[in-house]
């Protein structure tokens, strides 16, 4: 007996969870194959959602109808804006999220969601249709021998891939402590032809807050008014927020760890998957910055209702009794109790230049990977691609045209157009550095940028987009307000004195006064009534007001930058031809043809970012291909 499903997500992990949440809501029959409902969307590693650049990633998921972002605030614990010191550019909002109740939060979400049905097992085998060369997907068999037809398969399956734990010279097969590992996919996948490689991920020691001297710790609190990642009115900012801990490291607890080193699986071989740059394992650390005296450790709660807490930085795979010596030599964990060691875990994973900017593969019409399968590290970079793959898994059975984020767009764009155009090789971690219209991809525009394309596909309510365009409506008539208000010489000296800004010597538009550096909509109201007037009567939003501030004060920056965005996407319009022979083009250098050959982009633009490939390979395309 062979059950059918319109889309069928293999693993209930970040990217898993909204590929299923998007594909159901949009209307395909949909089922979700997890091996543990109990853990859906865990939180394996570190209990938070957001940071640089991840920060405007969950809000562009957000914006475009996914579900991260609620989840995040229903579970807040606390929240902070990073990098308010810097342009708005760089803000970027994080939070300490309740990892239990996140994950039950989710499951209550997909359990409640129409076109969405729910299977506990694991997949073994993907199955295929191969016909006069053209091979599709069409469906999968699981562990307990089920078997599932379905127009379109998505694979997210972690690091659960012949995944394989280490800590010192112990090993074990697993997805993450207590999870078993999934085998027979890969298999599958290497047998059409797809490459396989390995990547390794790690994680820090559990400890028992009854155990920890909090007293000799630096306290590090959440924001005093706290923003929330949702632009929905549902649900609210966070209101009881808990403190992390500041925790350092020391010579003594240097001098420990690196008496295992020999013992290291990261060391001596054993491990043979490439590990993370940007999270380096806490030996990595000691390795490369040999002359450093300490290392700065953040000490984060898992719950509300749970005495776990989690070393973030203090990532290891040495021997646990090495880790369990170092750990008793940090201030205020003199007497810790361990829950469990840290561990490093092996999995398997796909070169995403195998797929398109959809996430479809290119070997097989109706696969879709999405998240750690496709080299990535961060619940952030995996829900994305999630919500990514399926829309477009939907989009494509119903014969739509798919969608594809540009990078000047979204985050989001950028992160899929660096996978599947210039490939990874260690797990890639999106940061603001990656995108190169940064000013224009700020997290508080996401909404401006991206829901009215989730409203396009369907995933945006009318009620949810009405509310949209009330902000979008604020924030314009607030710019315009600004625009057409004077303010007069010396009617706001004393607020001009209390925030060190220079007198005025006579009068002036109040968009020319916002203008300044250490002036702000929220401070001028005070002095200047007839803005307090203004913002009371349109009830304006904090966040329309901010976005508005934004808006006038990177005026000139957002326009430039749009500009840029402009020229280069002439390039973006202009097609290569689906399968063309580069190795014909024998003006083109031989890594340009090899890198074009393999990776076959869509348009000059893609072609221009991949590694490679040179400005003058470029010039000889535009001439082939017509300027």
Known sequence: MTLHYDIIVIGGGHAGCEAASAAARLGSRTLLLTMDMTKMAGMSCNPAVGGVAKGQIVREIDALGGRMARITDRTTLQFRMLNRSKGAAMWS????????????????????????????????????????????????RTRMGVTFSADCVILTAGTFLNGLMHCGAAHASGGRAGDAAATGVTESLASMGFDVGRMKTGTPARLDARTINFDALEIQYGDVNPSKFSFSSDPQPVRHQLPCFLVYTNPEVHAI????????????????????????????????????????????PEGEETNEYYLNGFSSSLPWEIQYEALHKIRGLENVHIYRPGYAIEYDYFPPTQLHHTLETKLVEGLYFAGQVNGTTGYEEAAAQGLMAGINAHLKRTGQEPLVLHRDQAYIGVLIDDLVTKGVDEPYRMFTSRAEYRILLRQDNADLRLTPIGRKIGLITAKEFAEFEQKKSSVESLVSFAHRTSVRAGEIDDYLKSVNSEPMKQG????????????????????????????????????????????????????????????????????????????????????????????????????????????????????????
């Open 257 to 300: 760890l690196r008496s295992g080193f020999d013992r290291s699986p990261l060391f001596n071989g054993t491990i043979h998957g490439i590990g993370p740059r940007y999270c380096p394992s806490i030996e990595d650390k000691l390795r490369t910055f040999a002359g450093k005296e300490q290392h700065q450790l953040f000490l984060e």
């Open 508 to 627: 002036r538009k109040l968009y020319d006064l916002i203008l300044r550096n250490d002036i702000t909509f929220e401070g001028m109201a005070g002095a200047l009534p007839k803005l307090k007037h203004f913002l009371e009567e349109g009830a304006i939003s904090r966040e329309a007001v901010e976005e508005a501030e934004i808006q006038i004060k990177y005026n000139g920056y957002i326009l430039r930058e749009k500009n840029i965005a402009e020229k280069l996407h002439r390039l973006e319009e202009i097609p290569i031809p689906d399968g063309f022979d580069f190795m014909s083009m024998q003006s083109l250098t031989i890594e340009a043809r090899q890198k074009l050959l393999r990776i076959q982009p869509r348009t000059i633009g893609q072609a221009s970012r991949i590694p490679g490939v040179s400005p003058a390979d470029i010039n000889v395309l535009l001439v082939k291909f017509g300027r």
């Open 93 to 140: 909002p994080r939070a300490q999220c309740d990892k239990g109740r996140f994950s039950a939060e989710w499951r209550r979400e997909l359990e409640n969601t129409e076109n969405l049905y729910i299977w506990q097992d694991a997949a073994v085998e993907l199955l295929f249709d191969s016909k006069n060369g053209h091979t599709r997907i069409s469906g999968i």
